[in-house]
């Protein structure tokens, strides 16, 4: 068997396991998503941007509603440009393409597009419990988180916090540490959730998987 092939094969059994966990959990978590190269490529991409001075502070809500808090939200956002992509981004929106296109076929679900943005928490910030579809624009359907920190540990904090309905009306914590590689997907419309404080600078891509055609303007 060719490297080609069974790359393949490992991506395909990615993919199925995401599709398998969505649907019986409704989210997933895929560790060695990337591996340590694409990482290490993705964190040269970030840096870029960062000294360009590109990263902007993250706000609340859309439109005439947006507001900055930054006790609620504390992290920092650059927005990926689908026609303005660096080679490492484009080969992780070519994943993410793929990925779309299995779900779609296995799952059903009537994505059409996509929405990434790089992230940077500085240490010691947080992002308060919320749910990822906004009430004025519900199409969000699949929140996307890649890792990118690279020699995480444990005492480095920076979870994110899955609150999951539980049938009997209560509700089931799930606590995903940020390590480098690590892919988490949840449903954007059903799942709050919450980013806890690290102690270093925390990394990621991150992004939802639409039901209609991405008319983001990036600023």
């Not at 509603?65 to 929106?93: M, N």
């Not at 309905?165 to 709050?192: M, N, T, Y």
């Not at 980013?195 to 039901?211: C, E, F, I, N, Q």
């Amino acid at each position: 068997m060719t490297i080609h092939k069974q790359e393949e094969e490992k991506l395909l059994e990615k993919f199925e396991h995401i599709a398998d966990q969505l649907s019986d959990n409704g989210y997933a978590i895929v560790d060695n998503f990337l591996d340590p190269n694409e990482v290490h490529s993705l964190l040269g991409v970030l840096t870029h941007h960062k000294e360009l001075g590109t990263f902007k502070k993250a706000g609340i809500g859309t439109s005439n509603q947006f507001t900055v808090d930054k006790q609620v939200r504390g992290d920092y956002i650059r927005w990926i440009e689908p026609t303005e992509t660096l080679p490492p981004t484009q080969a992780f929106l070519d994943h993410m393409d793929e990925i779309m296109l299995y779900l779609n076929r296995t799952c059903f679900l009537g994505l059409k597009d996509y929405e990434f943005h790089f992230t940077l928490y500085p240490p010691g910030t947080v992002y308060q419990r919320h749910v990822d579809q906004f009430k004025e624009n519900d199409h969000r359907r699949l929140s996307f988180i890649c890792y990118l920190n690279e020699n995480w540990l444990p005492a480095h904090g920076g979870e994110l916090r899955l609150y999951l309905p539980q049938p009997d009306g209560s509700e089931k914590q799930v606590d995903i540490l940020p390590i480098a590689g690590r892919l988490a997907c949840f449903r954007a419309d059903l799942i709050p959730h919450e980013v806890l404080a690290a102690t270093r600078p925390r990394y990621s891509l991150t992004g939802w998987m639409l039901d209609q055609l991405n008319d983001l303007t990036f600023l």
